[in-house]
């Protein structure tokens, strides 16, 4: 996690520089937890931890943990004192998006060579070229560094030329990077210098021109087997909140095929992702351009709200608008033209489902920007940041995995590609985000017990204390002296405490737990897991963004079976026993916590969700950025 942090800090320095502004972080103390934080989990830092973080007690399990119970007037206790909830432990990161700033690119020019010049008149051309000043495609230094070495390794003979011609590989390249806008990336950055545009024509005439045209194609190439395999951008350098370690190919590995294969354009092509997502992505890119090439029809225009069975002028274009975008908008026989009917309303519904808006049925503002904009840019901009975002996933989700898309509220267990169980969820708050992040599902923790986060003690249960020092008595919690002592929440003077209060609090379980009566536990750096809560009312809304970043689950009991492999049956008699036992599964399942604001439903069409974090424009921003930095 120290890296992920670091990563962030030093991206937000950077725009913050940029935007001539100062950063509002300090960074972290070190300092030695005491007894509360050690059991209760730290407080607020746990940013800083390492890459797993582990319990008090090794592995995430609830163990026993002895204390002296001065409550119940009786000898020593067997306690259980579960973790803190990550959900309200860790502070978030605001919105935690970030100004992208560009990495640093070099040159393919003006380069320092051990070696003498080669004999070889194409060789001496393009040793030429790398030597001296001049315009190149610019690459990371790593790429330089595996293509200095590969062109020194063949004596600097061409790559992509024979006797001064581009060979056929060499044009099947340029071709793949000039339609690399359909695969969601952009063919600018990838033009060799020589070129005005990828049709325009070869330079064949002038040696040092194709020795120049020979580099920056091998530079194109490398860039172009990096974007498509990992995407075009670090994610932590967009949002605090992505913790992904994109799967790039290391250029020296692409190199090896590039510089020699026949199928070089194959190879390159076989980077992109091959998840049929990405696929479905790629098909609705290419039709909404194709439409963006066709006449636009009028836009509709604003007006008051309108509601099932109110009639309202701009009824027969939405109607028109509706229907060229596949849906049926035929008035019923009992209607007029002009009126929001009873089956408008239900495709009105299916729209805005679709398109992201609240789903109401009636005609409002958001819901006329969506139909005036769908099928248009914005739309295209969507499916570019998610095809983006695929990319930053693994290559291989698992057989068998959970995929969590916070931006849809909903997880899913897939098997074979296909969803085998599907449920609600809760997200974090704005300020409170849900990390992105890969990891792999241990254990299930049934009736846990919650250790409540020296955070949410002082800025929650403080003021209520304050009015009422008995009010933990009465909820059920227990007060834990820095001794281990179990004492009455009416025996404190909190009016004495402030921020620090020397004391730990823990919920036991039961129906009013805050975790319920299921956690799921993928231990990671961001002490974030799946679980259940007692306020199951949250499920109904449409927006379900409230927790302070774990993921809640509509039917944990359901999902505790699915994981585990167990009958309902089995579930439910764990659960009714109210002990708190923790489960390991027989084989860890991969968990991929995502956000994707466009995905395929089931049958392959795009749906469109609200950007709740607003992580969509910082990608859009870079690729403005990085056409900017690449000119």
């Known amino acids: 996690m ?143 560094d595996a293509l200095l070495a590969q062109y020194a390794a063949q004596g600097y003979r061409p790559i992509w030329l024979k006797d001064g011609k581009l060979t056929p590989r060499g044009q099947d390249v340029l071709k793949l990077l000039a339609a690399s806008a359909e695969d969601g990336l952009q063919p600018q950055t990838y033009l060799p210098t020589v070129l005005a545009a990828f049709d325009s024509p070869l330079p064949e005439n002038d040696p040092a021109a194709m020795a120049r045209l020979d580099i920056d194609l091998s530079a194109a190439t490398l860039r172009y087997a990096r974007d498509a395999s990992g995407g075009q951008f670090d994610p932590a350098l967009l949002s605090r909140y992505n913790d992904l370690q994109p799967p790039w190919v290391p250029p020296a590995q692409a190199l090896k095929v590039i510089a020699f294969s026949p199928f070089a354009a194959d190879y390159l092509r076989s980077l992109n992702p091959t998840h049929p997502a990405f696929a479905a992505m790629k098909k609705a890119l290419a039709e909404l351009r194709a439409k963006q090439a066709e006449p636009q029809p009028d836009k509709i225009a604003d007006g008051e709200v309108v509601k099932k069975g109110d009639a309202d002028e701009r009824i027969p274009a939405v109607r028109a608008r509706l229907k060229d975008l596949g849906f049926a908008a035929e008035p019923s026989l009992e209607s007029d033209d002009d009126v929001l009917d009873a089956e408008l309303s239900v495709q009105l519904r299916l729209f805005q ?26 739309s295209v901009d969507k499916l570019l940041d998610n095809m983006e975002r695929l990319r930053w996933l693994p290559r291989d989700l698992g057989q068998r995995h959970v995929f969590v898309n916070q931006a849809a509220f909903e997880a899913k267990v897939m098997k074979d590609g296909k969803p085998e169980w599907t449920t609600r969820v809760i997200v974090g708050k704005p300020d409170t985000q849900t990390a992105v992040f890969n990891d792999e599902m241990e254990m299930v923790v049934f009736n846990p017990s919650w250790g409540v986060p020296p955070s949410i003690i002082a800025n929650e249960y403080l003021p209520k204390l304050r009015q009422d020092p008995g009010y933990l008595d009465k909820q059920g919690f227990k007060v834990v002296t820095q001794q281990g002592k179990v004492v009455s929440s009416r025996s404190i003077n909190w009016d004495s405490y402030g921020s620090k209060i020397p004391y730990g609090i823990q919920q036991p379980p039961g129906a009013k737990n805050a975790l319920g009566e299921l956690k799921f536990l993928f231990p990671n750096s961001h002490d974030i897991y799946m679980h259940d809560t007692p306020s199951r009312e949250l499920f109904e809304r449409d927006v379900r963004a409230f927790s302070h970043g774990c993921v809640r689950v509509q039917n944990p009991r359901e999902f505790a079976s699915v994981v585990l492999g167990w009958t309902p049956e089995e579930v439910a008699a764990k659960v009714e026993t109210r002990a708190s036992e923790t489960v390991r599964l027989k084989q860890k399942l991969p968990v991929h916590i995502t956000y994707f604001t466009a995905w395929p439903d089931d049958a392959g069409n795009i749906v469109y969700f609200n950007d709740i974090y607003g992580r969509d424009k910082p990608i859009e921003n870079a690729r403005s950025a990085t056409l900017v930095a690449q000119r």
């Open 2 to 144: 120290k890296k992920f942090v670091t990563r962030s800090v030093v991206a937000a320095l950077a725009a913050a520089m940029l935007a001539g502004t100062a950063l509002a972080e300090a960074p972290a103390r070190k300092h030695k937890p005491g007894f509360l934080e050690q059991l209760f989990g730290n407080s607020g830092n746990s940013h800083t931890t390492t890459k797993k973080r582990r319990s008090l007690f090794g592995s995430f399990k609830d163990d026993p943990f002895y204390v002296e119970d001065d409550t119940s007037g009786s000898r020593k206790g067997r306690v259980v004192i579960a973790d803190a909830d990550p959900e309200d432990a860790v502070p978030g990161y605001g919105m935690g998006n970030l100004t992208y700033v560009p990495p640093k690119m070099v040159a393919l020019s003006g380069v320092s060579l051990a070696t003498a010049a080669p004999a070889d008149a194409a060789a001496a051309a393009i040793y030429g070229q790398l030597t001296a000043e001049g315009p190149s495609l610019r690459v990371l230094p790593a790429a330089r």
């Open 353 to 378: 489902k679709q398109a992201g808006v609240k789903v109401t049925g009636a005609l409002g503002p958001q819901t006329v920007a969506a139909l005036n904009t769908a099928g248009t840019s914005g």
